[in-house]
T-cell receptor
């Protein structure tokens, strides 16, 4: 399909482990966003990429969270030393040149036991 | 404290009834958007409003942006079971801003 895809769709890990979440944006979209949605809440912004660079990482909660987009397409969100409070749905979105409309992927459901 | 407060958080009504969902803030937004999210999926954009007082219609859904650009409403006429879902308002704080600020959502259930 031509939409935003995210893998894995579900991830169960143990407290203290390292996880990587992947996002494939819509082809040609230069802007990519990561959000986190806790149960019963709206999404919260984490980080925004324009091309390869992180233009705004003000939403990353602490230094255990890191994201990369080395070739300006696929992005990986990396979480070190996971904690139970990191359990949430991690949503990725992309837009064309940072336009008004962001297209969201289905999310990765992360459960930290 | 939520920058965008949605009310009600939960709403369950019978098919055929009308309803209104509110999205309020003490801050001005350059634009507000409404999304619908189904279980296991990401939010899908329904509408964007950018001008104070603007009204947009999408079939049985009517969206309004407040005159001061601090609030918005979503009105559904003759609700149908297919309208069931999580409705989220979100906004850009200023023109050119990239990050979306979301409300906590309104979970709507339409009973047949």
């Amino acid at each position: 399909g031509a939409g935003v895809s995210q893998t894995p769709s579900n991830k169960v890990t143990e407290k203290g482990k390292y996880v990587e979440l992947r996002c494939d944006p819509i082809s040609g979209h230069t802007a990519l966003y990561w959000y986190r949605q806790s149960l019963g809440q709206g999404p919260e912004f984490l980080i925004y990429f324009q091309g390869t660079g992180a233009a705004d990482d003000s939403g990353l909660p602490n230094d255990r969270f890191f994201a990369v987009r080395p070739e300006g397409s696929v992005s990986t969100l990396k979480i070190q030393r996971t904690e139970r409070g990191d359990s949430a749905v991690y949503l990725c979105a992309s837009s064309q040149n940072g336009g008004e409309t962001q297209y969201f992927g289905p999310g990765t459901r992360l459960l930290v036991l | 404290t939520q920058l965008l407060e949605q009310s009600p958080q939960f709403l369950s009504i019978q098919e055929g009834e009308n309803l209104t969902v509110y999205c309020n803030s003490s801050s001005v937004f350059s634009s507000l958007q409404w999304y619908r999210q189904e279980p296991g999926e990401g939010p899908v954009l329904l509408v964007t409003v950018v001008t104070g007082g603007e009204v947009k219609k999408l079939k049985r859904l009517t969206f309004q942006f407040g005159d001061a650009r601090k609030d918005s409403s979503l009105h559904i006429t003759a609700a149908q079971p297919g309208d069931t879902g999580l409705y989220l308002c979100a906004g850009h704080r200023y023109q050119g801003a990239q990050k979306l600020v979301f409300g906590q959502g309104t979970r709507l259930t339409i009973n047949p």
